[in-house]
């Protein structure tokens, strides 16, 4: 069964410095990998996706992941955070044939002025 | 247009109450699934239904837990004799294809559940 672990429980990074949230998944094949984000008070809204080809994917708001079998994790970063970007990070992943995603117990990520 | 709505979007019950939460999910969205967010546990994979397919109820907790999803369109999530432990919000989201990874989940708000 596949499994996602996100090892920071919570980040703070200053305005306009980069970021990069860690991911870790378990899977035996090449899995399928998620970025969502649930901003405050908001449902989650998902900023990239994985499914095979080009390891390095683009999303929105400025965020990208990249995918790397060796390490089997699946990063998000940005180059310059934004005081918007402050919410809570959700990887997942998912298999084939398998409907649900697992998710991450989730990285919140705060920005300081 | 008008994305997945949860209610109610609060709950309050005292332990050993029953309790139904209701999923709306997008028109057209055959895929719908149930989770749960606890503090510092992430989101917490319940049931998912994918059109006339029996669900795939691996993650319900325990028996006491039910969801159903009449016509193909909303889906009830039933907690029966509510536990304290059971407090947290339930997140309902639907999707447009079979296999989510070819459309994303659009996720509702959630109904935040207090159990007293």
């Known amino acids: 069964a596949q499994s996602v672990t996100q090892p920071d429980i919570h980040i703070t990074v200053s305005e306009g410095a980069s970021l990069e949230l860690r991911c870790n998944y378990s899977?035996?094949?090449?899995?399928?990998l998620f970025w969502y984000v649930q901003s405050p008070g908001q449902g989650l809204q998902l900023l990239l996706k994985y499914f095979s080809g080009d390891t390095l994917v683009q999303g929105i708001k400025g965020f990208e992941a990249e995918f790397k079998r060796s390490q089997s994790s699946f990063n998000l970063r940005k180059p310059s955070v934004h005081w918007s970007d402050a919410a809570e990070y959700f990887c997942?992943?998912?298999?084939?044939?398998?409907?649900?995603?697992?998710f991450g117990k989730g990285t919140k990520l705060s920005v300081k002025p | 247009g008008a994305g997945v709505s949860q209610s109610p979007s609060n709950k309050v019950t005292e332990k050993g109450k029953d309790v139904e939460l209701r999923c709306d999910p997008i028109s057209g969205h055959t895929a719908l699934y149930w989770y749960r967010q606890s503090l510092g546990q992430g989101l917490e994979f319940l049931i998912y239904f994918q059109g006339n397919s029996a669900p795939d109820k691996s993650g319900l907790p325990s028996d006491r837990f039910s969801a159903e999803r009449t016509g193909g369109s909303v889906s009830t999530l039933t907690i029966q004799r509510t536990q304290q432990e059971d407090s947290a919000v339930y997140l309902c989201?639907?999707?447009?294809?079979?296999?989510?990874?070819?459309?994303?989940?659009?996720f509702g708000n959630g109904t935040r559940l207090t159990v007293t």
């Open positions: 899977y035996g094949a090449t899995p399928y």
């Open positions: 997942a992943v998912g298999a084939p044939r398998v409907g649900n995603l697992i």
């Open positions: 989201a639907s999707s447009l294809a079979r296999s989510s990874y070819n459309s994303p989940l659009h």
